[in-house]
């Protein structure tokens, strides 16, 4: 397309409010902000977000927040006084979308559970974030991403046998996040197809559904094998050989094939091992995965004859998947990053900081990018937009009821 990239997204003029904590719904938000959602993020004056506390790595910010927030408005707003909660409706009779993780039974006690806002604010689609979901024995714990990857087997894949571990990535609540985001946005795509006029809807996504929805390939073999499969670190239970395996240059290198035909060119053209192409040991997967220590000890000599530019120009010539073990500091600094113009400048309260662009890339537009909000820096300008004065909003902060960064001294 010719011409320069719209920040009018595909989401424009859809507003968003978030009762967010962490990142679960953090993500979730963020993501419709990604596609030119307003995002209005509701803030407990005392501390907001608690994830603004987890570290101060980034110019005395925290690494989660910083990630999880950018393109937000930060309204300080404390719900558990009368007057919180009428700003609240107000805020909600004017969007579309109310987003919240909050702990177990906390919508039900504010009077905002789906009942409650489907008598009140019927046109709203609201989606609640929790761990286990309504009506089971868990529905009452709270839910941390580890606890769940833990609860949901998803720790017991990964690892080594007799030592278990989560997914570094917080995949629990960044799936959840995503989920609901996917919700909300078949919902929109609804409303607009509608002859009924705006109509709300309610969603709950949890993380223990969504854990347990990613160990699909793992329930359903053990469902019908009787076999839990053991982890293997960076290899996997399903396919060989696929794996990681030292160079020797002192590198790693990833290679992997999944399927039959693959494995022909793996052996020949890769390893230059025609024996093992042709044993009947190999020809199949299953049979593969039987044998995969002999494979695993062919390929790791291999390999630790050779430096990694030399594998994996083999391995492209014979069109082998592979792929260089990175460390986070490899990461930021990869090529490939750098080639594709994927880092951005985000503001933050303190400073600009670099950002990946959002994963999809939508032609004919760019990602808005907006800054990381303070705790309570656009309370003022978005309750006087509610259409309350400055005395009121006065009132509201010698009240203890909001406040904003300038109250606190914090840079706007």
């Not at 203890?400 to 914090?410: L, N």
Request: with cysteine; hydrophobic share 35%.
């Amino acid at each position: 397309m010719s011409g320069e990239p719209t920040r009018d997204g595909p989401l424009n003029g859809v507003t968003v409010v978030s009762l967010e904590q962490a990142v679960s719904a953090p993500i979730c938000s963020r993501t419709l902000g990604d596609f030119g959602a307003r995002v209005i993020k509701v803030e407990n004056p005392a501390g907001g977000d608690f994830a603004r506390h987890y570290d101060d790595v980034v110019n005395g910010l925290a690494a989660h927040f910083v990630w999880a927030n950018r393109g937000k408005e930060s309204v300080a707003l404390n719900l558990a006084t009368p007057d919180g909660l009428k700003v609240l409706h107000q805020l909600l009779d004017h969007a579309d979308v109310l987003v919240s993780n909050l702990t177990p039974g906390a919508t039900a006690k504010l009077g905002i559970s789906a009942d409650d806002l489907a008598a009140r604010h019927p046109a709203l689609i609201a989606v609640e974030i929790d761990g286990y979901g309504p009506g089971g024995p868990l529905s009452h714990k709270r839910a941390y991403d580890l606890l769940v990857q833990a609860e949901s087997g998803a720790c017991s894949i990964t690892g080594f046998p007799g030592a278990p571990a989560k997914a570094g990535p917080p995949i629990a609540d960044i799936c959840t996040g995503l989920y609901a985001a996917l919700s909300i946005m078949a919902l929109l795509c609804e409303r607009g197809r509608s002859t009924q006029g705006e109509h709300g809807r309610a969603v709950s996504v949890s993380l223990f559904d969504t854990m347990t929805d990613l160990m699909g390939y793992a329930l359903t073999y053990t469902q019908h094998s009787g076999i839990d499969q053991q982890p293997r670190g960076m290899g996997s239970p399903a396919v060989a050989p696929y794996g990681a395996y030292a160079t020797a240059d002192g590198q790693t290198v990833v290679l992997g094939t999944t399927n039959d035909r693959e494995w022909q060119r793996y052996a020949r053209d890769l390893l230059g091992r025609r024996d093992l192409a042709d044993d009947e040991r190999f020809r199949t997967n299953p049979g593969r995965v039987e044998h995969r220590d002999v494979l695993d000890e062919q390929v790791a000599a291999w390999c630790a004859g050779r430096d990694l530019a030399e594998i994996q120009r083999v391995a492209d010539a014979a069109g082998i998947g592979n792929s260089r073990y990175n460390t986070p500091s490899d990461v930021i600094a990869h090529p490939h990053l750098a080639a594709r113009d994927r880092w951005r400048r985000l503001d933050t309260p303190n400073g600009s900081v670099p950002a990946l662009l959002p994963p999809p890339v939508v032609s004919g537009y760019e990602p808005p990018m907006g800054a990381v909000p303070a705790l309570g820096q656009h309370t003022e300008s978005v309750l006087t937009e509610l259409g309350l004065g400055k005395e009121e909003i006065r009132a509201l902060w010698t009240n203890g009821v909001t406040s904003s960064a300038t109250t606190r001294g914090e840079r706007s």
